[in-house]
Nanobody
Framework: QVQLVESGGGLVQAGGSLRLSCAASGRTFSNYGMGWFRQAPGKERDVVAAINWSGDTTYYADSVKGRFTISRDNAKNTVYLQMNSLKPEDTAVYYC?????????????????WGQGTQVTVSS
């Protein structure tokens, strides 16, 4: 079992930045590819960014490419999402997730463990 706890969400003006953190506990963190997803009201939960076990392979949704950066620190059992140049359309609940395998995973059904989510609100 892996427990995931997100932090770092909040209210920010358009153009601002936030850094989300996801602390993992339980099994060996480096066994899992990790991902960040988001869900806006009335919309499906979509992948934002993903990273493999070592951190040398990453993926970004087109909507955040060039603005968001995913990274991980296996010594601290933590994955991060640095969000810059935030837009109102980035407003959503952001979820951290651990995949079934160490490699990078792109779809929600490839993830086994999920955090409770943290709200990000970007005002215009």
């Amino acid at each position: 079992q892996v427990q995931l706890v997100e932090s770092g969400g909040g209210l920010v003006q358009a153009g601002g930045s936030l850094r989300l953190s996801c602390a993992a506990s339980g099994r060996t963190f480096s066994n899992y590819g990790m991902g960040w997803f988001r869900q806006a009201p009335g919309k499906e939960r979509d992948v934002v960014a993903a990273i493999n076990w070592s951190g040398d392979t990453t993926y970004y949704a087109d909507s955040v490419k060039g603005r968001f950066t995913i990274s991980r620190d296996n010594a601290k059992n933590t994955v991060y999402l640095q969000m810059n140049s935030l837009k109102p359309e980035d407003t959503a609940v952001y979820y951290c997730a651990a995949a079934y395998r160490p490699e990078i995973a792109y779809y929600g059904n490839e993830y086994r463990y999920w955090g409770q989510g943290t709200q990000v609100t970007v005002s215009s």
